[in-house]
């Protein structure tokens, strides 16, 4: 590589080697959305159907959107505002992108603390404190209702700053390089032990045969919002993870193997808490709790329950880790790039701000500070609601109509054949651009179906 082009990210050692470019975007995919989310949207919106429509969303929309932001990162070769404004050669798409790079920083904000969550779980539920009461929900209300929830965040937030300090090659690569592979271990052994639950074919049939009736408007919508979080899209993390892969690295062949992985892991996290609940006549949709309260009642029930639970928690807490790198690295590169700052300067001011705007978001989920809910949500609530929902759409319809229409060289650079290139840009100029317009006016409320 020479050294001598613009830009912070040309340096030696900013490139992922092939295998761990796909594991580390595989890590940023896989997280909370896969375990915690994802079996509770699908709990909610009627299980097997609702994971067929997740599935649909991803291979038509998620794939030609994720080919698209690697394309723009490994086109561009810098942090998200800086190809965007290379490859368009205009300063507008800049402030246009400009977006991507906050929303990485915002969603970190409440994302750490959850993230945190499952550290602290994992502790208690391997030191057997967790089911020392049988309380679980009570358990759950009163941790996140006091201030532990803060010092979790604080060590998440150190953790991910630390691995970003360490920088691409030997930082994140190596980190998801051990964890990646860890978890899908952690996840089948775990698995084994669900299915063979008295009671789980209950649980896995919900998960796996599915009921058409169930499909609606605001489920495929869902679903299809689902797919975007899932696969780390709409934020500038893909792009920037794009801008440190190789030129001789097929972007296709990447995305779909991501688009697997991330799959797999989705499918792993049903497998077990379907038939768990099941097995423990637990609701499956009952969100946040699902995870923290189910759950640990589940454990607490079962042979070896601490130590199961611990290695859940602690895969939990890992597959976080994954995507808190991947999003504190889009607004360290933007300000490495930007300001010229050091890796370590850029991480460190990141994430002291994040860690900062976290705290009364840590404080509201649970009530420990008086005065963070507004208009029936608390400050946790809202950072969410609007990123998922409006910022995260958002970012994605920028990306498909840049490559779409403002990006002359995307075809070079996705590398596809003639066939699938027209296949891709069909999807990208009107299919993908579409949904998510629907998605985004439904999810801010201007349209009901
Ligand atoms: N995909 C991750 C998850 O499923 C979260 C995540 C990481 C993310 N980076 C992102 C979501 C960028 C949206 C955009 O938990």
Redesign the pocket.
Known sequence: MSGHEAGGLKESGERFSSSGFILAAIG???????MW?FPYITGLYGGAAFFLMFIVCMVVIGLPVLLAELAIGRGGRGSVTTSFIRLSGKKSWGAISFLSIL??FF?LCF?SVVAGWTIHYAIISFTGKLYASGDYAGQFSAFIGGWLPVLWHFVSMLVTAAVIMKGVSSGIEKFNKVFIPGLIILLIVLMIRALTLEGAGEGLSFFLRPDFSKITTESALVALGHA????????G?MITYGAYVDKRQSLGSGALAIGAGDLVYALLAGLIIFPTSAAFGLEASQGPGLVFVALPAAFGAMPFGAFFGGLFFLLLAF??LT?TV??LEVPVAFLKDTFGLSRNASAAIAASLIFLIGVPCALSVGGAAPGLTFGGKTLFDWFDFILSNIV?PLGGFIVTIFVGYAWKGAAEEAGLRAGWFRLWLFMVRFVAPILVILVLLYSAGIIRF
């Open positions: 940023s995919a896989v997280g909370l959305g896969n989310k929303a990485p969603i994302y975007f979080f899932s696969l780390s899209l709409g934020m993390t597959a976080a995507s991947s999003l995260l």
